[in-house]
């Protein structure tokens, strides 16, 4: 992808009052190099770089950070250098469901094709019921990935797994090969607000929903992308959700940021049904002194135990 | 795409959301609550987060989250037009309009110069309005800092790497004096937030100084860079002053090798070569045989032109 | 005339079988019959443009019960499309003589399922009109993949063994059937390519029918085991079994030499062939039904018995289910009418007189079909991660009214098929069967 100066978003943002303020969150500097497709104004501007240095440099250089859109094949790269992980700490979760509602507005996937559930879990009669956030795992070795006959789904290089809707076949095999039912089919056609429905189409939005075709938890590489985390972390006001680059052994719940591995290594993290030999890409601290008591919600209190091993 | 993610991975959204409050004032709704008439229910209040930040001793920020609670729940508010004055309230102290974005973030960099709206012991007010609207009252915050300098530096003797703070203020007189008994925070930059370097942060001893050892060892990019921050968090007379420096002692990165490897879940271009073998070699052979045997049937029909005898007559013969 | 034969006796009875075999107009009751399976269709088709406008969501499938009866039914499509395999290769290959007049029925048999197996896939799709990206963007690594190729090649080569053996009879057709229209005459005349009888062309038909029939069967197992590992290459309880394949395979031999013993009995009685299908081959069809219901049932013991002995959390919900829960009265109706009862029956030579073994074959066949429900669904109302917060109605898949027509009109469009076929070509081979008397008359028997 080229970039190229575009005078109107420029002429946008120098409305704004002295302007500098502006630079940082919605214009980025082009490399020195890239001189070929840059109009030299004369005019210089001052901005700051990334290391928090101010630079003083050619208006020309100034490039609108466009809302990318990542075409179907471009999706197929992954974000370059990055492998995305995420923590759950099921000791704090208290089914408030922020998580579900943000992924459900962001994702337009209404209830009957939930990316994210959160969900009543007892190990045993005797331990106490506990709430578990699932979602697609991004296994590393996906069986749902495997058994796709058209490429439509494929795991990219930051490990993240996602659906090319406009390649889907909907045979639906991925969703029986995977094992913790993340995926969601669009049985009929899907119902959308005219600007969604008219938005391009990007595997890293997974908006819109096709009918026909399987969609899922996508770890928002759209907000990635822009250096934010996806929404159902963001939305959580407890924390619950950490995310992060395993290549930087670091997560973080929006509080705080810690290493991946300590975390793991002292809260004892573990992975969903780890014997399926999927390898999923989140993992789970158990929820083991939890300072607050589990309390079924509609959904559950009449339900007895959901789940027994 | 490049520049775009490799800019972007550092922004200064991530940086700075991670800081805790700084200046938490409430809104001053009441006074603009006029409309006793409207039969609308009352506006909700709009809270502001105003917080001055300055970064590598140069850059001098001005930072206001707007957010508001509504239906129980704490939104940011995007899209409101925020004033910022120095000193005080009044169209020739307006220093910049900024509207706030989807993180109800509103940012102004201070201009150069700035220096000499300073007092004499350096230190400023800034002021922050926002508009009214339909949904909101305007509200006013201010906040009081100090300049301050402060500088860090990075050193590597015999393997072992130190990092240096120092930390110095204007005294009244206006004489730059080195200030203790400051806490200071050490980081390193990661994707989504500030990594601690240790459990907890450092005090500056009466030189205004820190010494600390960096023993981490962690990933930096692939060529091992590692961003190392240095802050002052929500100090009452300085607010916040960061420092940040670039350097390679982090362990370079390198790619897992096992993503483009030939396995049953790689894309069809990647397919295992034993895989591809055995299928085509099944494929080849067996349509080799329905060829052949095609080929004998057209075989067949040639005969029927060569011969149109029937045989068969004689065979019972 | 061309191949008039001269022995006087020998003639005559060779006229009489081409009389006999040759293939006859409806009557009424085909009339009716054929006019029935295409409304049944029809209004199958209806339904299923409705589907494509509409979605899946006009069936009952939702994300968990996520593959229905339309998979279901593609099994069964697929594993009586074994039976071509069993009688026109494994029996040949093994020397049975008598198999003869039977071949036909089970190539019908065979090219009909197997054409609609592929038919109720592309049903099952959710993007029908993207079938182009199976071939463009094929994936090997996916069972899918695989079952595509090893289907397509089974139906050529099931075309072909239908097909080379006929061609000696549309020689005959060529020549002596006349009171055909023009076009059937026309389409005898060039499928016969020219057929001669020369001893050349002989020898290169019976040379390719023997390739073919060793050719077949890696083909036909390979069809039904990648069939079955469109199961078991998945972790579900239930699917997640070693035992798939060969369970599979059996399943398939039982279900198709039922649907032979069906279409034998109803062909003889439509077309009044007692002399040609007679309570001999149903004798020894019933031996054979025996035998391989006997291997199924082996096999059924093994996929049911060794997990109910571990009761693995992940499968005893599902065995349960089977056993003692909601699909018990099916399950155990299955295991009873499909299988041991025809064990039983079957034992005793009374019960392999044709009527009998009719109303056996039809139990078979249907035990077949819902055996096959059985093997796809409970599965998926089991998955690992608990089923909470979904409609009452993703919990317990019932098929919708027109999911069961859409099925039902493939069934009939299966029927369909070997209707036409058998209207167009000799049910019985001719030119075989009259070899085999000529054989038998110089004192070898035919059914040995
Ligand atoms: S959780 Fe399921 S859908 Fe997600 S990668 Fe793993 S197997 Fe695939
Ligand atoms: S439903 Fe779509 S994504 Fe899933 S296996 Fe089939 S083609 Fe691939």
């Known amino acids: 992808m080229k970039p190229t100066v575009q005078h109107n978003d420029r002429r946008e943002f120098l409305k704004k009052g002295l302007g500098i303020a502006a630079v940082a969150s919605s214009v980025t500097v082009l490399h020195a190099f890239q001189t070929d497709s840059v109009e030299i104004t004369g005019e210089m501007v001052k901005l700051l770089s990334p290391e928090g240095e101010i630079v003083e440099i050619d208006k020309g250089f100034l490039k609108p950070i466009p809302e990318v859109h990542i075409s179907p094949e471009a999706a197929r790269e992954g974000i370059p250098n990055r492998r995305f992980v995420m923590v759950i700490d099921l000791a704090r979760c208290k089914n408030l469901r922020k998580c579900h509602d943000a992924c459900e507005k962001m994702h337009h996937c209404g209830p009957d094709n939930e990316f994210l559930k959160v969900l009543k879990m007892q190990d045993t009669k005797l331990a106490a019921p506990y709430w578990q956030p699932t979602m697609c795992f991004h296994c590393d070795e996906p069986p749902c990935v495997k058994v796709c006959p058209v490429d439509a789904t494929y795991k990219r290089e930051d490990g993240i797994v996602l659906i090319d809707t406009d390649r889907c076949i909907g045979c639906r095999f991925c969703m029986v090969a995977c094992p913790y039912s993340a995926r969601t089919f669009d049985w009929s056609e899907p119902k959308f607000p005219l600007e969604v429905a008219h938005q391009h189409y990007s595997p890293e939005t997974s908006v819109p929903a096709k009918m026909g075709t399987v969609s899922k938890c996508d770890f928002c590489p759209d907000m990635t992308r822009k250096g934010e985390m996806p929404h159902c972390v963001s939305a959580c006001p407890n924390g619950v959700f950490y995310f992060g680059d395993e290549y930087e052994d670091a997560v973080s719940n929006g509080e705080e940021t810690v290493r991946l591995s300590e975390l793991l290594r002292d809260r004892a993290g573990y992975r969903y049904l780890e014997d399926m030999g999927t390898k999923p890409r989140v993992y789970y601290l158990p929820p083991a002194n939890r300072s607050f008591p589990f309390e079924d919600d509609e959904f559950t209190k009449n339900k007895g135990h959901e789940h027994e091993k | ?317 | 005339m061309r191949n008039k034969v001269t022995t006087k006796a020998s003639g005559d009875r060779t006229d009489a079988i081409t009389m006999d075999l040759m293939p006859r107009p409806f009557g009424r009751l085909g009339h009716i019959w054929v006019a029935v399976l295409l409304i049944i269709c029809a209004i199958g088709l209806y339904f299923y443009i409705e589907q494509i406008r509409y979605g899946l969501g006009i069936t009952a499938m939702r994300d968990y019960s996520t593959w229905g009866i339309y998979i279901a039914n593609f099994v069964f499509f697929v594993a009586i499309s074994l039976v071509g395999s069993l009688m026109s290769a494994i029996l040949k290959l093994s020397g049975a003589h008598w198999r003869t007049p039977l071949t036909r029925i089970s190539e019908i048999i065979a090219v009909a399922s197997i054409l609609f197996a592929a038919l109720v896939i592309v049903v099952d799709m959710g993007r029908p009109d993207r079938f182009m990206n199976v071939l463009l963007h094929a994936r090997i690594q996916s069972p899918i993949t695989w079952d595509v190729i090893v289907i397509s090649t089974y139906l050529v080569i099931s075309l072909l063994l239908l097909y080379l053996p006929l061609i000696p009879d549309l020689a005959i057709l060529r020549d002596h059937h006349k009171d055909g229209s023009k076009w059937q005459h026309n389409l005898y005349k060039v499928l016969a390519l020219g057929w001669s009888h020369h001893p050349e062309q002989e020898k290169i038909l019976r040379r390719s029918e023997q390739i073919l029939a060793i050719l077949i069967i890696p083909v036909a197992f390979g069809i039904h085991t990648v069939t079955s590992w469109l199961f078991a290459t998945t972790l579900r309880p239930g699917w997640d079994s070693n035992n798939f394949g060969p369970y599979f395979i059996s399943g398939a031999f039982m279900v198709g030499a039922g649907g032979v013993i069906a279409a034998m009995y109803i062909f003889r009685k439509a077309y009044s062939l007692d002399n040609y299908l007679t309570d001999k081959h149903f004798d020894y069809m019933g031996k054979l039904l025996v035998l391989l219901s006997l291997v199924y049932l082996y096999f059924n013991i093994n996929e049911y018995f060794v997990p109910a002995y571990k009761m693995k959390a992940a499968e005893s919900a599902h065995l349960k289910q089977l056993f003692f829960g909601s699909y018990s009265p099916l399950f155990w109706s299955v295991q009873i009418f499909g299988m041991v009862i025809p064990i039983l029956v079957l034992m005793f030579r009374r019960g392999r007189k044709p009527f009998p073994m009719f109303v056996i074959a039809i139990m078979v066949i249907v035990g077949a079909w819902f055996k096959r429900f059985l093997i796809v669904i409970p599965t998926l109302s089991h998955p690992f991660i608990p089923m909470t917060r979904v409609p009452e109605s993703w919990q317990h898949y019932m098929p919708t009214f027109k999911e069961w027509w859409i099925t039902g009109s493939t069934l009939a469009g299966a029927l369909l098929i070997i209707t036409f076929l058998s209207r167009l070509f000799p049910i019985i081979p001719i030119a075989e069967t009259i070899e085999h008397e000529e054989a038998a008359r110089k004192g070898k028997p035919i059914l040995d």
């Open chain 2, 1 to 317: 795409m490049k520049f775009i993610t490799t800019n972007i991975k550092n922004p200064w959204v991530s940086r700075f959301l991670m800081a805790t409050a700084v200046v938490f004032l409430m809104a001053f709704s009441a006074v603009a609550q006029t409309e006793s008439d409207s039969t609308e229910a009352e506006k909700p209040d709009l809270s502001l987060e105003f917080r001055y930040i300055e970064a590598n001793n140069k850059t001098k920020i001005l930072e206001l989250i707007a957010k508001a609670k509504l239906e129980g729940i704490w939104q940011s508010q995007k899209g409101i037009q925020v004033h910022f004055y120095r000193d005080a309230e009044d169209e020739a102290n307006l220093l910049g309009n900024v509207a706030t974005d989807d993180h109800g973030l509103a940012r102004y960099i201070l201009p150069e110069g700035v220096e000499k709206y300073a007092g004499a012991g350096g230190e400023y007010t800034f002021v922050a309005v926002t508009d009214g609207t339909e949904q909101f009252d305007p509200v006013s915050v201010e906040v009081i800092v100090a300049e301050s300098s402060f500088e860090m530096s990075l050193s590597e003797e015999d393997s072992v790497r130190q990092v240096h703070i120092s930390l110095q203020a204007l005294d009244a007189e206006g004489n730059e004096v080195p200030v203790g008994e400051v806490e200071v925070h050490l980081y390193i930059q990661r994707l989504f937030g500030l990594l601690p370097l240790s459990e907890d942060p450092e005090t500056t001893d009466e030189n205004g100084e820190v010494t600390a050892d960096f023993s981490t060892v962690i990933g930096g990019d692939t060529a091992g860079n590692l961003i190392i921050v240095a802050k002052i968090e929500d100090h009452e007379r300085f607010g916040n002053v960061e420092f940040q420096r670039k350097i390679k002692w982090g362990t370079p990165l390198i790619i897992d090798p096992n993503l483009s490897a030939r396995e049953l879940w790689s894309s069809r271009a990647n397919a295992p070569i034993y895989l591809i073998a055995i299928v085509n070699t099944m494929l080849i052979g067996i349509w080799g045989v329905i060829l052949y045997i095609l080929f004998q049937t057209y075989k067949i029909s040639k005969i029927s032109k060569v011969s149109t005898r029937s045989p068969k007559l004689e065979k019972h013969h």
